[in-house]
């Protein structure tokens, strides 16, 4: 164990560690018992580090936020869901609604459901497309905003928030993929938030759709901004625009969720290898044209699993599912984002994902 892990684990007091251990052994910890002593570890330091009195708010309310929301998410882990983002001005009346509304419920009609804020606007139009057994309301406490919308203002699934980034971690830590209407400065910091995430490799790859209405100007001034003046002064890669798509339509927007899960379903880390778990196994030939397609973001060559690893089989995640391993070199996460597109588009594949519109 190397230092930091012995500072995570240990308070430095070996009596203030014994009852630490004590403590979960009298309220049946086992599962995860290493993360929970991680825990109460962290609280005797905040305790022992004569903290600010603000300090101790600001942490005991983001745990008790963190707390709640994974409690309601608990039970619908194996859900599929889209987070939407845009702005809480949108009018009922304006397209953008109807297009949040209307691509909201043709994913709920393939079973996935919508996570959003729970206030006006878009959040509201999201909320209404995908009808109370789909849907998901991550509310911020705002003083001009009079609480959740009438859509999920009764629902369970609803959670309350105080920070923006206990609620940002909940919107996207649950989902896979998004979907970000045009908005103001919340809903641009969520974008780009949401995209570094994905260009860094701290959130797991997953589609992203730009959604405008038909003819609409603002995420394709957006890109043009990013690209004349972002990409244009090697500030990002111009490979990295490869992670969102800009769309004017329910029904492409559908088909690039949907069809990212056409065959890709999955990964993990096992040590240095990255394991990518499938629905279809990629023929012999089909693996060597993809070693020669992505040789500059493969250190060795991808190869086909016809069995889980050690490690994943542990822990009994998908043993069924085919796989392909490699030695990532953990920069390429626009790379990465070709290579699952590949996999999707193989002949062994399953067949396309038919979006059909309301």
Not at 228 to 250: H, T
Request: hydrophobic residues 45%; proline residues 5%; negative net charge.
């Amino acid at each position: 164990m190397n230092a930091r892990a012995e500072r995570d684990r240990s308070t430095g007091d070996a009596a203030i560690d014994a009852l630490l251990e004590g403590l979960l052994d009298a309220i049946g910890a086992s599962t995860n018992r290493d993360q929970l002593l991680e825990l109460l570890v962290s609280v005797v330091r905040l305790a022992s580090d004569r903290s600010d009195r603000l300090d101790l708010k600001i942490a005991n309310a983001a745990l008790r936020e963190m707390t709640d929301g994974f409690e309601i998410f608990a039970p619908y882990r194996s859900v599929r869901k889209i987070t939407m983002f845009g702005s809480a001005r949108t009018a009922a009346s304006d397209p953008l609604y109807a297009q949040a509304r209307d691509l909201a419920a043709l994913l709920a009609a393939h079973h996935w459901s919508t996570v959003t804020g729970a206030g006006p606007g878009i959040m509201a139009a999201g909320l209404e497309g995908a009808g109370p057994e789909h849907s998901f309301g991550i509310n911020i406490r705002l003083p001009f905003e009079q609480g959740a919308n009438e859509f999920i203002a009764s629902d369970p699934k609803l959670v309350s928030m105080k920070y923006f980034f206990t609620r940002k971690l909940l919107l996207i830590k649950e989902s896979y993929g998004y979907v970000v209407l045009p908005g103001g400065f919340g809903t641009l910091d969520e974008a780009f938030e949401l995209l570094t995430l994905l260009q860094t490799g701290k959130a797991e790859p997953a589609p992203v759709v730009l959604l405008d209405v038909p003819g609409g100007t603002y995420w394709r001034g957006w890109e043009d901004f990013v690209t004349a003046e972002v990409v244009a002064r090697d500030l990002i890669s111009g490979d990295d625009r490869r992670l969102y798509r800009i769309s004017d339509s329910v029904e492409d927007a559908a088909g690039e969720i949907l069809g990212f899960y056409r065959n890709y379903h999955s990964l993990r880390w096992v040590g240095d290898t990255l394991v990518i778990r499938l629905e279809r196994r990629p023929t012999d030939a089909e693996a060597a044209e993809l070693n020669e397609a992505f040789a500059d973001m493969v250190r060795g060559r991808l190869s086909v699993l016809d069995r889980p690893l050690p490690a994943e089989r542990r822990a009994e995640q998908f043993p069924d599912l085919a796989r392909v391993a490699l030695r990532f070199d953990r920069m390429s996460y626009a790379r990465l984002r070709d290579l699952i597109d590949a996999l999707n588009a193989l002949p062994s594949a399953p067949p396309p994902i038919v979006v059909a519109g309301r």
